[in-house]
C-alpha cells in the first residue's frame, strides 16, 4: 500500500516535494494555510543546481520565458565603478541558471499538482507522532494521519518541534526593501548588477522575461523588523538610503511605486532535519541569508531528494529513508548557510564576526554548489542509478 505523505507549506520547497513525488506516483496530500496563493513582487535566482530539477518537471521551456539567464554580473561601488564580478560558476553541463518572479514560478510548480492534493485555509498548529502514524493538527480542529509529514512551514516552522528544540531565528541587523519596476531597458543591468558600500548594498536584475526590473536594497538597521515580505516599506526612507549613489542605481528608485521592507534572519545549523516520521524542509530546516541566491535551490533539493528516497519506501522502511535524506541534506545546506553569511559579512560591515574570524574582502565561488545533482546523490546512497526521463527531452511538458 502507498505511503500517505503530508506537506506543511506551499511555498517553493513545499510546492517542488510535492510536485517530485506525485511525478513518481506518491499520494500526497498538502497544507497551506493562507486562503490563496499570492507572493508580493519578488525576484530570485535559479542557479543551475535548481534548474536541471525544474527541467525534469518539464518547466525548461516556461523557465527560459518567465526568466532571464544568470550572467557574470558585475559587482559595483556606490558610484558605479566595477570592483569585480560575483564569482563565474561553470555548469558541467552548460545549464544556465535564471532569475525568476518568485510568484511566476510558484505557480509554474504548482500547475504540476492535481487540486485535489491541495488543501488552502488549513493552519497546521501541531504535529504528533504515535507509533507508525503522524498526526496533522489544524486550527479548524481537523486532525490528519499520516505515514509520513514533510515540514515546509518556512522560518517560524510549527513542524520544527516535533523534531529538535530550536531556538529563535537569528536577527541579522539588516532589513531589505524589495520591489519591482518596469523595465524600459535604459538600464545598465546586464544581466544583473550589484552595488555595495560594504554598509549597504543594492542589486537589480531583469525577470519575467525582461520585462520588469526586481531590486532588493539591503540596509543596517536597529530593533526587530516583522519578517514579512508583506510588510509595506516607504519609498522615501528607500532613497534617502541610497542618496548620491550611482545614478543608474537612483534611476531605478526613481521608477518605485511601491516596496515592502522586512527584516532578514537566519537560524544557526540544526543538529538534525529528522526525527522519526518528521522531516523539515528549506527554510524549516536550514533557513539563510539571500547572499548566496540559495534559499530556494536547497528548498528544491530538499523536495527533489525527499521524492527519490520515499519512492518505493514502505510503512516498515520509511523511517530509514528519512534517516538517509538527513544524512544527503543537513550537511551540504549548512555549507551553503555559512557561505551565505560569509558573504553577508563581505557585504555588510554591521554583519559581526565570531572570533578568530577576519571579514572576506570579495564573494565566495559556487561551482560546488551549481554543479551538483541531488537527485543522483540520492540514488547513489541508495544504489541505484536512474532518475525518470527529462519530460521535455520526451515531449512532455
Known amino acids: 500500500m502507498s505511503l500517505k505523505i503530508g506537506i ?8 517542488a516535494a510535492a510536485a517530485a513525488m506525485t511525478r513518481r506516483g506518491l499520494d500526497v496530500t498538502v497544507f497551506e494555510q493562507a486562503a490563496e496563493i499570492r507572493e508580493v513582487g519578488a525576484g530570485i535566482a535559479t542557479w543551475p543546481n535548481s534548474v536541471r530539477l525544474l527541467r525534469r518537471l518539464g518547466l525548461g521551456k516556461i523557465l527560459h520565458e518567465i526568466g532571464w539567464p544568470v550572467g557574470n554580473n558585475p559587482i559595483r561601488d556606490s558610484s558605479g565603478t566595477i570592483l569585480h564580478y560575483v564569482p563565474s ?31 488552502l485555509g488549513s493552519r497546521c498548529i501541531g504535529l504528533e507522532q504515535n507509533g507508525w502514524e503522524v498526526s496533522v493538527h489544524l486550527e479548524n480542529g481537523e486532525r490528519h494521519a499520516f505515514d509520513v509529514v ?3 512551514d518556512g522560518i517560524h516552522s510549527v513542524a520544527i518541534d516535533a523534531v529538535v528544540v530550536g531556538g529563535p531565528p537569528v536577527y541579522s541587523n ?3 526593501y524589495r520591489g519591482l519596476v518596469s523595465n524600459d531597458g535604459n538600464e545598465r543591468l546586464e544581466a544583473g548588477t550589484l552595488w555595495t558600500d560594504r554598509k549597504k548594498y543594492f542589486v537589480a536584475f531583469p525577470i519575467s522575461g525582461g520585462r520588469l526590473v ?31 549613489w550611482d545614478p543608474v542605481l537612483r534611476r531605478i528608485i526613481d521608477k518605485v511605486g511601491e516596496t ?7 537560524r544557526n545549523p540544526l543538529p538534525r532535519i529528522v526525527n522519526g516520521r518528521v522531516a523539515l524542509l528549506g527554510d524549516a530546516a536550514h533557513p539563510m541569508l539571500i547572499n548566496a541566491g540559495q534559499g530556494a535551490g536547497q528548498a528544491l533539493e530538499d523536495g527533489f531528494a525527499l521524492a527519490v528516497l520515499l519512492d518505493g519506501a ?12 538527513g544524512r544527503l541534506r543537513l550537511g551540504r545546506a549548512t555549507e551553503v548557510q555559512q557561505l551565505s553569511l560569509r558573504n553577508a559579512q563581505f557585504m555588510h560591515e554591521a554583519m559581526v564576526l565570531s ?4 571579514r572576506p574582502d570579495r564573494m565566495s565561488p559556487v561551482d560546488w554548489i551549481v554543479n551538483y545533482d541531488v537527485e543522483r546523490e540520492a540514488e547513489a546512497i541508495l544504489g541505484i542509478g536512474h532518475t525518470p526521463p527529462n519530460h521535455e527531452v520526451s515531449g512532455m511538458r
Open 260 to 266: 515592502f521592507r522586512w527584516g532578514l534572519y537566519f
Open 214 to 244: 526586481n531590486f532588493v536594497g539591503v540596509v543596517p538597521t536597529e530593533g526587530l523588523p516583522e519578517e514579512s515580505w508583506f510588510k509595506t516599506g516607504s519609498k522615501e526612507a528607500l532613497s534617502r538610503e541610497y542618496a548620491g
Open 355 to 358: 572570533p578568530g574570524e577576519t
Open 314 to 325: 514502505t510503512r516498515e522502511t520509511v523511517e530509514d529513508r528519512l534517516e538517509l535524506y
Open 8 to 15: 506543511i507549506g506551499l511555498g517553493i520547497g513545499g510546492a
Open 174 to 176: 539588516l532589513a531589505a
Open 89 to 119: 560558476a561553470s555548469s558541467y553541463d552548460d545549464t544556465l541558471g535564471y532569475y525568476v518572479h518568485r510568484a511566476e514560478l510558484l505557480a509554474t510548480i504548482i500547475s504540476i499538482v492535481e487540486p485535489h492534493r491541495v488543501r
Open 150 to 152: 514533510i515540514g515546509a
